[in-house]
């Protein structure tokens, strides 16, 4: 029971009801005791748990987009006022909200009457519970945890397409929120429900492509963080899509975020990393599958949404595929096709660089921003189709890694997201 930190309704001990604010209170308190005791408050949490907050605590004297509450005895809702909630995912409630003067005093990057995201996610208290993104700041320098921080702050992330992490805001011991832009209109993944089975233009298609390449292009090579979750769920229009406006994209959802030592550059763009595995089973690599993602694995993802935009269906015919074993073997022995009497040979071609099984033939970002279809006003493709030759010195690389089908987790039963996306393909009905 009192490893339970994050309640959110009423309970009872020994006939008294106890409520979330009180029960709040006594944390407080507790940790209160602890500091007056021993110098500091003495959470529990495993090593990696201490050293996050100790991180965060290091971080805020020096950076105004850190406020830990513990320290002034103040709550969230002397810094925002929350209207009504936006969606809920896995990891954490997102609601809309309005900061306070308080707020906008503390961080006058925020707008006094403006409606940000507001998520609220559980901060640590065991090992155990670290989210992905904490577990591999904890593997940079505090100086490197800083400036990505601040990178994916900053006015350039929505010019890029990402959605700005403006403010994080620590209610020791048991919850962040994290104030973000707002994005006014739907995720892609509604906008495709929406849409039923209109055909979607392909200079619309490419423009989307566009944002969706210049949003992991930024994530890589200014944020230096891969984001390992690239679906249509974590795309939101900036507003409310109309027609004759061009609607701009956000990437957004950062829990699966992970940040590498230093940015990525063309050098390091198809380097592998031992991550393991992660994400949404049917929009999971061919490499992650093996235990390994780099910047060309989110460039996957960008592929397979692109895929859905063009051709209303995934690859390999990923979309009947039900469990870890047939999406796998969909991902193994499918191919792209070439061609398609209703895309023009640019996009099929671009599409076919994008799924390249093998990451070490994969389109990089920058490649694949310079492509002819993004770019019609230029003469000719940047890219080239591997040759035999390039392909057989990849190959031996190929043949050392190892698929372990890995035991199904929590998070991939997001693959129902697919299945009622195929609902939308042959029904095209809104899903629950
Ligand atoms: N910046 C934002 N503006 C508007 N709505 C948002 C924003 N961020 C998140 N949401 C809404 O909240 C929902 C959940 O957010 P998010 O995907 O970040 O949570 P999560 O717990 O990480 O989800 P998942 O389990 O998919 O990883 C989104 O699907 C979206 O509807």
């Not at 011991?173 to 039923?196: C, F, K, N, S, Y």
């Not at 769920?233 to 609607?247: E, L, S, T, Y």
């Not at 074993?325 to 640019?346: F, P, Q």
């Not at 029904?427 to 629950?432: A, E, G, L, V």
Request: charged share 20%; glycine share 8%; proline share 6%.
């Amino acid at each position: 029971m009192l490893a339970d930190y994050s309640r959110e309704r009423s309970f009872t001990i020994g006939g008294t009801t106890i409520n979330p604010s009180t029960w709040r209170r006594w944390h407080l308190r507790i940790g209160g005791c602890c500091r007056w005791f021993c110098g500091s408050p003495v959470w529990p949490g495993g090593p990696e748990t201490v050293e996050l907050r100790r991180r965060y605590a290091e971080i805020e004297a020096t950076y105004e987009g850190i406020i830990t509450l513990e320290a002034n005895g103040r709550g969230i809702d002397d810094y925002f006022t929350k209207s009504h909630v936006l969606g809920e995912g896995g990891f954490g409630t997102v609601w809309q909200a309005t900061p306070t003067k308080r707020a906008v005093k503390a961080l006058p990057a925020l707008r006094m009457g403006q409606g940000y995201a507001l998520k609220r996610v559980r901060l640590p208290l065991r090992d155990a519970e670290i989210e992905m993104i904490s577990k591999s700041l904890l593997g940079v320098s505090t100086g490197r945890m800083l400036q990505f921080l601040k990178v994916i702050a900053s006015p350039e992330a929505t010019e890029e397409h990402v959605t700005r992490n403006l403010l994080r805001i620590l209610e020791i011991p048991h919850t962040m929120h994290i104030a973000m832009e707002l994005l006014e209109g739907p995720t892609l993944r509604d906008w495709l429900v929406q849409l039923e089975n209109k055909p979607l233009p392909e200079t619309l298609a490419s423009e989307l492509a566009k944002q969706m390449l210049k949003a992991v292009h930024f994530l890589h090579r200014s944020a230096g963080a891969l984001h390992r979750d690239v679906k249509p769920q974590n795309f939101g229009f900036a507003r409310p899509v109309v027609q004759d406006q061009p609607p701009t994209l956000q990437l957004f959802d950062m829990g699966m975020v992970h940040v590498l030592p230093e940015p990525v550059v063309e050098a390091s763009a198809r380097e592998l990393y031992a991550l393991g595995m992660g994400g949404t089973m049917h929009w999971i690599p061919p490499e992650t599958w093996a235990g390994r993602s780099g910047a060309c694995s989110d460039l996957w993802g960008v592929g397979l949404v692109v895929h859905v935009l063009l051709l209303r269906q995934l690859p390999f015919g990923l979309q009947h595929c039900e469990g870890r074993v047939a999406v796998w073997d969909a991902i193994r022995t499918g191919a792209v096709a070439s061609s398609n009497a209703n895309v023009s040979k640019e996009a099929m071609y671009i599409l076919g660089q994008l799924l390249e099984k093998e990451p070490l033939l994969r389109a990089t970002s920058s490649e694949a921003l310079q492509c002819e279809w993004l770019n019609r006003s230029r003469a000719s493709s940047d890219l080239r189709t591997p040759t035999p030759g390039a392909r057989k010195t990849v190959a031996k690389a190929v043949q050392q890694r190892k698929v372990q089908l890995p035991v199904e987790t929590e998070r991939w039963e997001e693959r129902s997201f697919w299945q009622s996306l195929m609902l939308q393909t042959s029904q095209w009905s809104k899903p629950d």
